[in-house]
């Protein structure tokens, strides 16, 4: 059973950076594709990032594309997701996922889900 854990969340203003980080343990980190997602408060929930097994492919969402980069450290098997530029569209819980199978923007694909990190952005 693979257990994730999210940190580095807060509440920062408009223009400002976050770096949230994901640990992963109870599996063998490097074979899965892992990926970030939202959910803001009555909203459903909302792909952010991905990025494949080896790191070399990522995958963004339109809306944070440019100001978003997400990565992953095998040897401290963590994903994480540098957020700059942010805007007050981008508060919500953010969410670190991993697949068995395929990185995508389905969170139909995901099959470990950590408990998210509130990231609020104030104008």
């Known amino acids: 059973q693979v257990r994730l854990v999210e940190s580095g969340g807060g509440l920062v203003q408009a223009g400002e950076s976050l770096r949230l980080s994901c640990a992963a343990s109870?599996?063998?980190?490097?074979?899965?594709?892992m990926g970030w997602f939202r959910q803001a408060p009555g909203k459903e929930r909302e792909f952010v990032a991905a990025?494949?097994?080896?790191?070399?492919?990522?995958y963004y969402a339109d809306s944070i594309k440019g100001r978003f980069t997400i990565s992953r450290d095998g040897a401290k098997n963590t994903v994480c997701l540098q957020m700059n530029t942010l805007k007050p569209e981008d508060t919500a819980v953010y969410y670190c996922?991993?697949?068995?199978?395929?990185?995508?923007?389905?969170?139909?694909?995901?099959?470990?889900w950590g408990q998210g990190t509130q990231v609020t952005v104030s104008s």
């Open positions: 996922a991993a697949s068995r199978v395929y990185a995508g923007s389905r969170g139909a694909n995901y099959d470990y």
């Open positions: 990025i494949s097994r080896s790191g070399s492919t990522t």
């Open positions: 109870g599996g063998t980190f490097s074979t899965y594709p």
